[in-house]
């Protein structure tokens, strides 16, 4: 069963304004994608080429050990030339590249000039630290400049930056630091969530207790609360800052186009979380001109991806491609609703935000507050609007449409996810729209709904999404697993070397798909993606429960919720008390989103003969929906 099935209406259009067709950065998509078919090599060539390198690729694509393929090889770059110092040498130097704004009212602003500065800064403190191109360093801090500035020194400097979002906690923290070996923490005192002081200094304290591998943790001060140093291992970022160490000039690394820029955790169908690999040179290609050609990024523009720079979304569209392309971009720290429900409605005013980037779950928690809120402010100056990170319900879709955007603003709404690095099945400005579809395919993006023998389904019927060519910005592995890799992604459809996406999906009479949600174990909890195996985990490792499982329930704003049932140890007995305290346990371990809605106790789990837990019973149970077929249920 899918995780949601939303009322959907294949034939309704929506078609851009005429203005925005024209002045496109692509007026015309059928053309582009037909081009980029035919002939992908020349077309990712001709991308690539739009950006600056050391030394040009010899091969644009080497398949030759698919599914590991090597997009630009030969060539030598790295992503901070593109996104930082090519634009010292132009007028953008004087431009703004990042727009911050606190919870608590405090604000900054970073021209190309000045964040440029601050990297090399910071660059030089990671070497004097002993980093090295190829180290990994661990990032957990809330959404300001400095986690900017710590992502792409890391990325000057060759390191690997692993960033860990915000809203996990101790036990997750340490899996992530243990898998990927990083020496050197970056972190801050805490982050302001709702008015609130998210710890985050003190979760990185616990975590570190599981995994001793830290032997340096860099500390910025944002709230200012105590928190705790320990001598040696912690400094403060602004005491390291201002060492004569930290001067403003600091050579870029040359790295290979191969060579790795990040690893991004994200949860898979076991327990253990997928650190997903990307790399410089098509990463910097891809994202770049996603952003360009959907988001129609121009000079004067004020670009705000309203997500966390700790999740992919952030990564690609907040960091990497709006800095390669010179835009200005904003950035909010806190809670949408904090302190009035018009909190965003009012940057969008004092900033004259043009390009709103948001998700499904935001809207809908907005939506509830009125349209008095967005009402009482200018919103004029929006011209684009997008959703990204599961399905947007019609309802939604039109209030943002009409609401926000005034009936003006197409909708871009991007499928894709942290392992394809950038857009993959979404419109451009000049496509006409289909509320709650992503509509058609990125230019070189070949995609397809087949069933499980490959076959391509007819209109309209469910099958599992497929990516069927390579793309620059693909994961290359899973870190330290390349067979994990293999297993995940390629084994489904080995024969014809497709990319499973893990999704279901129905393309209709006119070529749009419309993506109905996860296959496998995971939930999206506000666009957020979790997996059930790292939820039951957490409960586990509390004493009181012999076993759990997991499953995500349909909620009207967070898309979905957690319900988790119990099976306790023998002498333990279930009350309200243990519920609460299993729910705080889970947020301690595991992290504030992954906290389930609703516990049950149970004595038994319906399990397959094989002893495989068979969530969607239980999910049908909870939605009082038939079970379905139950010949493999053990008793
Ligand atoms: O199920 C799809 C959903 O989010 C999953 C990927 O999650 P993550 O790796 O966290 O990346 C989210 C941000 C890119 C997908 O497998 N998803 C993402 N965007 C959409 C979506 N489902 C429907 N429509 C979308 N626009």
């Not at 302001?192 to 943790?217: F, M, T």
């Not at 990497?320 to 200005?328: D, E, H, R, S, V």
């Not at 992503?438 to 099958?463: K, L, Q």
């Not at 349909?554 to 007995?573: Q, R, S």
């Amino acid at each position: 069963m899918s995780d949601k099935e939303f009322q959907t209406n294949t034939s309704e259009w929506f078609y851009p304004p005429e203005h925005i067709v024209q002045n496109a950065n692509v007026p015309d998509y059928e053309t582009v994608y037909q081009k980029a078919v035919e002939d992908p090599i020349s077309f990712w060539a001709e991308r690539a080429e739009t950006l600056e390198w050391y030394q040009k690729w010899d091969k644009v694509l080497d398949d030759s050990n698919a599914p590991f393929y090597k997009w630009f090889t030969g060539g030598k770059t790295n992503i901070v030339l593109n996104a930082l110092d090519r634009h010292q040498k132009t007028w953008r130097r004087n431009k703004l590249a990042i727009i911050w704004e606190g919870e608590d009212g405090e604000k900054r602003s970073f021209s190309y000039w000045r964040l440029n500065q601050e990297v090399c800064k910071f660059a030089n403190v990671l070497r004097s630290m002993g980093v090295r191109k190829g180290d990994t360093v661990t990032i957990y801090m809330g959404r300001t400049p400095e986690i900017v500035i710590a992502m792409l020194a890391c990325a000057k400097v060759g390191a690997i930056h692993s960033v860990i979002y915000g809203g996990f906690s101790e036990q997750a923290i340490a899996d992530r630091i243990e898998d990927a070996k990083s020496r050197v923490m970056i972190t801050s005192d805490g982050a302001w969530l709702r008015g609130q002081i998210v710890p985050l200094k003190d979760n990185v304290d616990k975590a570190i207790d599981r995994s001793p591998i830290v032997e340096h943790v860099i500390v910025v001060k944002r709230t200012g609360q105590d928190v705790p140093m320990v001598q040696g291992r912690d400094y403060w970022y602004h005491d390291l800052m201002a060492l004569p160490i930290a001067s403003t000039r600091s050579e870029t690394e040359v790295m290979d186009a191969e060579d790795p820029l990040f690893i991004l955790y994200t949860s898979g169908t076991t327990g253990k979380p997928k650190g997903i690999l990307h790399t410089h040179g098509g990463y910097q290609v891809y994202t770049s001109t996603t952003l360009s050609w959907v988001f129609d990024i121009k000079d004067d523009d004020r670009w705000w991806c309203a997500a966390d720079p700790g999740w992919i979304t952030g990564h690609s569209y907040i960091v990497y491609a709006p800095l390669i392309l010179g835009a200005t971009s904003i950035i909010y720290e806190g809670a949408p609703t904090y302190p009035y429900p018009d909190r965003w409605w009012r940057i969008v005013e004092d900033y004259g935000v043009t390009i709103l980037y948001t998700a499904p779950t935001a809207i809908r928690g907005l939506m509830r507050f009125g349209d008095a809120w967005p009402n009482r402010r200018d919103l004029s100056s929006l011209r684009l609007l997008g959703s990204v990170g599961e399905p947007i319900n019609p309802e939604a879709w039109k209030w943002f449409y009409n609401v926000i955007g005034k009936g003006k603003c197409p909708i871009m709404d991007a499928w894709w996810q942290t392992e394809t690095g950038g857009f993959m099945i979404t419109p451009l400005p000049s496509v006409p729209l289909k509320p709650g579809s992503a509509t058609r395919p990125f230019p070189g993006i070949v995609v397809d709904v087949v069933d499980e023998d490959g076959n391509s389904c007819p209109p309209n019927e469910d099958g599992k999404l497929v990516i069927k060519t390579p793309w620059p910005s693909m994961l290359r592995t899973i870190w330290g697993d390349d067979q994990r890799y293999i297993n995940q992604y390629w084994s489904a459809y080995q024969e014809q070397g497709w990319y499973l996406a893990g999704d279901s999906a129905r393309k209709d009479e006119d070529g749009y798909i419309w993506v109905i949600g996860r296959i496998d174990d995971v939930i999206k909890v506000s666009g957020y993606r979790l997996g059930t195996a790292e939820i039951e985990s957490g409960l586990v490792s509390h004493p009181a429960v012999a076993e759990a499982a997991v499953i995500g329930v349909p909620d009207e704003v967070k898309g979905n919720v957690i319900y988790a049932y119990c099976i306790l140890v023998a002498g333990e007995t279930g009350s309200d008390e243990l519920a609460k305290e299993l729910r705080e346990h889970v947020r301690h371990e595991v992290g504030p989103i992954a906290m389930p809605t609703k516990i049950e106790f149970v004595d038994k789990l319906p399990k397959t003969r094989s002893g495989k837990i068979m969530r969607r019973v239980l999910k049908a149970r909870a939605m009082g929906l038939p079970e379905g077929d139950l010949s493999t249920l053990e008793d």
